[in-house]
């Protein structure tokens, strides 16, 4: 009798935990804004295909630019849009000798209509990329500009830093010989940094809540979906 | 009891984490994308070996589309096709390649195996996105020997 009340009461405290563990995961979900509330422009515009332009690199490290280049086409493809690819792009802005986006940026959008078809054009500012502990601080800065009267339809500043330490999460339980080898490893992770993989978390962070294009399923159903702030400052494991 | 109250709860977080991909990327490892990996290393190396790599990577990727759309990404056939058309492709291709690789497309002539099939890739790129057609199209007619 008493075993069975026992058991009762610690089925009790589980269920109880478990929701409380689902509330508290909800609540850490809920959103500020709504997509539509953020970019009602890109809900008006409606652009499907964009083309994207090689990032205007502010930094001594000239590696950013490709790495961040090589893997922005595959958060905006997976929301929905038809992305030039950035490689063509590229190869034909460095016979145009235009590989500089710098220059395109003030121009006006329209010629990007009239050259690629695009609807919408992506610049995107790298205005830091440094290695910081066991990670890679960066500030970026993202526009897409409509090809048809130069408005700006998205626009978020990002204050990034990418924790790339392989265990930085992980408690350490081996002492101080543990410890030793949890930074050496650290350190050989930051040396080798996979820095694919760093433009990668930047590129899938930042596109995360853009309104969805013609090809996903949530096309123009999304308005009430949650949204970030445009200007943030985050930790990104 | 516990045990299934468990695996509701998890598979309740779970479900609303999950992201379904819209198209096939030749799968992905620590989060980043075969395709990414590969034209990463192709920007990053310039090598022989890297280009023979990115070429059967884009055939993989054109053979198995997947993901809720099913069909091929955007942008692939294009970046496909332009890669086949360049005379050093097929030249990478024919000295550097493995037999494996070689397997995948079983050609003896390589230089004109591959333009044909890089001019097919374009095409199919339009066919398949006509929004390209405005950028591809000239691309397609300047490309052509």
Known sequence: MVIGYQKTVKMKKAIYTILAAV????????????????????YEAKPVTLVVMP???????VDAKELLYTSISYPLVEAGYYV????LTMEMLKAESGYDAEMLFERDAAIFAQVFGADAVVFSVIDEWAKKGFGIQTKLHYIIKSTKDNSILFERTCDLYLDLSSNSNSSNNGGLFGALVDLTASAVNTAVTKPIEAARKCNRYIFSDIPRGKYHPDFMNDGETGASKKDISVTVK | MKKLLFIMAAGCLLCSCGTTQLYNWGGTYNGTTSYEQRLYAFYDR???ESVC??????ADMVAKPGGVRNVVPPGIYAEYGYLLIQPETAEAFEKHATDKQKRMFGYTNYSTS???????????EIELYPESQKFIGPLVERLKR
């Open chain 1, 23 to 42: 509330a508290l995961f909800l609540s850490s979900c809920s959103p500020e804004y709504t997509r539509l509330e953020q970019y009602p422009g890109m």
């Open chain 1, 55 to 61: 990032p205007i690199n502010n930094t001594s490290n």
């Open chain 1, 84 to 87: 030039i690819s950035p490689h």
């Open chain 2, 46 to 48: 310039q090598s022989p």
């Open chain 2, 53 to 58: 790599a990115l070429v059967c990577q884009y």
């Open chain 2, 114 to 124: 591959f333009y044909e099939l890089g001019l097919a890739m374009l095409q199919k």
